[in-house]
């Protein structure tokens, strides 16, 4: 049965760091480290998510990719000018995504034509986007990438305030997205809401959006934080906020296999659909 981590950042001491980067990590996180760390745990895939360190110089997780085509899959950053031809490049090495991340940047760069011609054009090719940023942004990010028809995977549970609970805006505007079929959640770096309880979040995500539109991912490793978290802690927390074990097995399995293609392939429809497919290769 597949058990899919879908959000792991890989980088060496090699990598060449981006010139405008919120911090730099002390260590590196080589892919072999990683799947020697799904295999300890169990998991048969995983998603690498190019790290906000690196920019859009993606070279180590496409060679990465190429490491186990099998059993990985990937998610880059991109500059809104790079080429259809790299783009196409990324595609066939088990790319299948491109992250936007608006932590620390004016999401008002989504109007600018050259980001609207960017989301077209990965929309085209049926890819993902993975929207990292504050939750307090999220009703009008969620408005300005909604015309390009791309299937939306929201970070980190939307990033909602603490402080405002239930009655964030950037929430209330991701569970109304919920019956449109086209957006997703990522369960991921509780770790980073300083204590909040995460489990009632994790409850009415359930309820607005169901298993078919969840997914998990293990954030690792944990930058800045791993002195705070592991493995072990993760799947504790996974089993409380999920008791169901058939829901949490479509959490970890089919709903990721089918929005990161990881058994046969599906239109954009299909996916938003939740038709069910066969698992992943294994």
């Known amino acids: 049965m597949a058990r899919i981590?879908?959000?792991?950042?890989?980088?060496?001491?090699?990598?060449?760091?981006a010139e405008v980067r919120r911090y730099t990590p002390e260590r590196g996180a080589p892919i072999s480290l990683y799947m020697a760390a799904l295999d300890r745990i169990g998991f048969s895939h995983g998603v690498l998510v190019q790290p906000h360190f690196l920019g859009t110089d993606n070279s180590y997780l496409v060679d990465c990719l190429k490491h186990a085509p099998r059993r990985l899959r990937g998610v880059v950053m991109l500059d809104p000018q790079v080429s259809d031809?790299?783009?196409?490049?990324?595609?066939?090495?088990?790319?299948?995504?491109?992250?936007?991340?608006?932590?620390?940047?004016?999401?008002?760069?989504?109007?600018?034509?050259?980001w609207q011609d960017l989301c077209r054009r990965v929309a085209e090719r049926d890819w993902l986007i993975e929207v990292h940023a504050p939750c307090a942004v999220l009703p009008d990010v969620l408005d300005r990438l909604w015309p390009c028809g791309a299937s939306l995977l929201i970070d980190h549970f939307g990033r909602p305030d603490p402080a405002l609970g239930f009655d964030d805006p950037g929430l209330r505007a991701l569970q109304a997205r919920a019956a449109s079929g086209r957006v997703w959640v990522k369960l991921s770096a509780p770790y980073r809401w300083r204590g909040t309880a995460v489990k009632p979040y994790v409850e009415a995500l359930m309820r607005a959006f169901g298993p078919a539109h969840l997914v998990w991912g293990s954030d690792w490793p944990w930058t800045r934080q791993a002195d705070k978290v592991d493995f072990a802690q993760l799947q504790t927390w996974l089993a409380d906020w999920l008791p169901d074990e058939a829901e949490r097995a479509v959490i970890l399995g089919q709903t990721p296999a089918r929005l990161f293609r990881f058994g046969p392939a599906e239109t954009a429809a299909e996916r938003s659909a939740g038709t069910a497919v066969s698992g992943p290769p294994i």
């Open 85 to 114: 031809r790299v783009l196409d490049a990324y595609q066939a090495a088990g790319v299948v995504g491109f992250r936007i991340n608006l932590i620390g940047v004016d999401p008002e760069i989504l109007k600018q034509a050259r």
């Open 5 to 17: 981590d879908t959000h792991a950042h890989v980088f060496t001491a090699a990598c060449k760091l």
